[in-house]
């Protein structure tokens, strides 16, 4: 399995994933996860993927098993409030795995190079956003050293 940076050719598959990803969570809180159409929301995802290919401190990463891409992640570099001393961190906006090739190792790898982009990038701090009822994904960053920090708490009114 190889990772690599993404391409303009690869948004047509990341954004299927990028589907999978969103389609995937409405199970573990659907008034809060409701979404607009498909394809209103696949336009909004071409936008922001397109443009975390070209920002600066904005990357995407494919991995691809026998020339088919399996999964992909998006990291970006955020400015933290001036009162903290790390002044960014680096943050992971989506982790995806098609389903036929979970638990074969492919996040970890991704996460495994999104790390180093972010050392690069001198950053020390990575944070990201996980469903408490997201199992795999809570097992795979725990794995990984990611520590629970905030809590967010929803009401519907
Ligand atoms: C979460 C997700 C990215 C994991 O991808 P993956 O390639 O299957 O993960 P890996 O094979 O690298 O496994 C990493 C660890 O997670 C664990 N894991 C993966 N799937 C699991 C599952 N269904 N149940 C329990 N643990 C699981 C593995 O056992 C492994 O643990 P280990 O290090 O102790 O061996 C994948 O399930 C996915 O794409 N889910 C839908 C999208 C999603 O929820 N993304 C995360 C959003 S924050």
Not at 132 to 152: C, E, I, S
Request: proline letters at 5%; hydrophobic letters at 40%.
């Amino acid at each position: 399995m190889l990772v690599r940076r993404a391409v303009r050719e690869d948004l047509g598959r990341i954004q299927e994933l990028w589907w999978e990803l969103t389609a995937s969570h409405l199970v573990f809180d659907p008034p809060f996860y409701a979404k607009r159409p498909k394809k209103e929301c696949l336009k909004t995802a071409r936008r922001w993927h397109t443009s975390a290919l070209k920002k600066p401190g904005h990357f995407i990463l494919v991995a691809e098993d026998r020339h088919q891409i399996v999964g992909y992640l998006l990291g970006a570099v955020c400015k933290r409030p001036p009162i903290y001393l790390e002044a960014k961190h680096g943050m992971i906006y989506s982790l995806v795995v098609a389903e036929r090739w979970r638990n074969r190792g492919v996040a970890k790898n991704l996460l495994k190079t999104a790390f180093s982009e972010f050392r690069k990038l001198k950053i020390k701090l990575v944070v990201l956003n996980v469903d408490p009822k997201n199992r795999p994904g809570r097992k795979l960053y725990a794995g990984q050293g990611f520590r629970d920090r905030h809590v967010l708490v929803v009401k519907n009114l």
